[in-house]
């Protein structure tokens, strides 16, 4: 019995919750000695909080991960080399100038912080249709929104290891932004911690490689 417990236990979902004394934060201001890589993305890398792996659900993490996507692209993914954790390299896409947005109020200088919002993790029975608008972010087990998609590590062809799934839910407001929009509804967006309207972002990492995938899959 003890078994089947355990087992369970290893594939059930957690829940990121507003917590003040929480080890995660979405969002926050990006920290001082950490450095964006170079890139021509318009709308740029957001910086979007942090995972730490004190907590013991992420002890397999081998330093406190920052997380920094592009959110504002209409890319497939973004793959990060976390070689040195405060100074990442841009493995995947290389034309970055190239890559298009829905946004036309953007450019490669366009930037939001975010207010932060500090998390930990609780047991979660799973998405449903009376909560699905209510979570801020899951972490041990995705949701696929579409088809399973697990990253492979393009330094090692390993399967990449799920850290944490975002939600478009409105939990993360803007602080600030140096961009504006026309349109009523886009300006709803900007004001928000948002993956592609009513997305989720997913980020997965490979411990030995150092190297994090980001993703977003939507309706």
Known sequence: ?????????????????????????????IPSDFKIPENEFKGGFQYLGFIDNKDKFFEWLPFKLNLICPIFLDFDYIFLDYENPNEPKLLYPLNTSEIT??????????????????????????????????????????????SEDYPICP??????????????????RAKSRNFKSDSDYYEKIF????????????VFFEPTSRVACYFIQNT
């Open 155 to 172: 330094k090692t062809d390993k399967k990449m290891k799920f850290v944490c799934q975002l939600m478009s839910n409105g939990h993360v």
């Open 101 to 146: 947005t829905a946004y036309d109020e953007l450019d490669k200088d366009s930037r939001v912080t975010y207010d932060s919002l500090t998390c930990s993790l609780k047991p979660f029975k799973g998405v449903d249709d009376d909560n699905e608008f209510e979570i801020i972010g899951l972490a041990r087990k995705p949701h696929w929104i579409q």
């Open 191 to 202: 004001d928000e911690m948002n993956f592609w309207c009513d997305g989720a972002l997913k």
């Open 1 to 29: 019995m003890n078994l089947i417990k355990r087992i369970m236990n290893i594939q059930s979902q957690l829940e990121f919750v507003e917590d003040s004394a929480g080890l995660h934060q979405l969002g926050g201001e």
